[in-house]
C-alpha cells in the first residue's frame, strides 16, 4: 500500500480517470461525470493505491475562513473514500492521519483541521469535535455559482481539530467560497 500527497495540478489523465470511477462507486447519489472532484477542485489529494491502481483518496482544501471575525487557516477533508473491497482495512484512517501529518508539519500555517460529516463517530476516534456554528458560503452546484447561502445546517455535523494552538469558538463561519 502506498499513500502520497499530490498537488491536484500534477494529477494524470490515468489517476483523474481512476479517481472518477472510485467516486462514483463511492457516492452513487452524486453526479461525477467526467470530472474527479466534488464541487471544485481540490488543492492536494492523499492517494492510497495498491498496485498502481487507486483505492482510497481524499481531497484537501487549504483555504482562509472567517470566524467571528477572524481570519483562519483550514486543511478541509474533502471527499473521504475507499473503494468497496478495500474498507475495513485502516486505509481512510491512514489517509487521515496524512494529512494530519502535513498539517502538524505546517502548523505555523494551518490552525484547523475542518470537515462535514453525516456520521462522526469515525472522526472522533481520530480526535476530532463537534462544532455547532452558523455557515455562510459559495452555493455551487455542477458549475453553476446559486449565490451565497446563510444558515444554521442542523442536518450534519461540522468537525474540527486544532493544529496550530488557536482556539475555536462557535458563532459565525463563513467559508469564503464553496461547502464541501
Not at 48 to 61: P, Y
Not at 75 to 95: P, S, T
Request: with cysteine.
Amino acid at each position: 500500500m502506498k499513500y502520497e500527497l499530490v498537488n491536484e495540478y500534477e494529477i494524470s489523465a490515468e489517476t483523474s480517470k481512476q479517481l472518477n470511477e472510485l467516486l462514483i462507486v463511492s457516492f452513487p447519489e452524486t453526479e461525477y461525470a467526467r470530472r474527479d472532484y466534488f464541487k471544485q477542485l481540490p488543492h492536494y489529494r492523499i492517494i492510497a493505491r495498491e498496485n498502481g491502481q487507486v483505492i482510497g483518496q481524499m481531497g484537501i482544501d487549504f483555504r482562509a475562513m472567517n470566524l467571528n471575525g477572524e481570519a483562519v487557516n483550514i486543511f478541509g477533508v474533502v471527499d473521504l473514500c475507499v473503494h468497496l473491497k478495500y474498507r475495513k482495512q485502516g486505509i481512510a484512517k491512514q489517509l487521515m492521519l496524512e494529512m494530519e501529518s502535513t498539517a502538524q508539519a505546517n502548523s505555523q500555517k494551518v490552525d484547523f483541521l475542518f470537515l462535514v460529516a453525516d456520521e462522526t463517530e469515525f472522526y472522533e476516534k481520530l480526535g476530532f469535535e463537534k462544532v455547532i456554528i452558523t455557515t455562510q458560503w459559495l452555493k455551487i452546484n455542477q458549475h453553476i455559482n446559486y449565490g451565497l447561502g446563510h444558515e444554521k445546517i442542523e442536518d450534519v455535523s461540522f468537525m474540527i481539530k486544532p493544529i496550530s494552538g488557536k482556539k475555536w469558538a462557535s458563532g459565525e463561519l463563513d467559508y469564503l467560497g464553496y461547502m464541501y
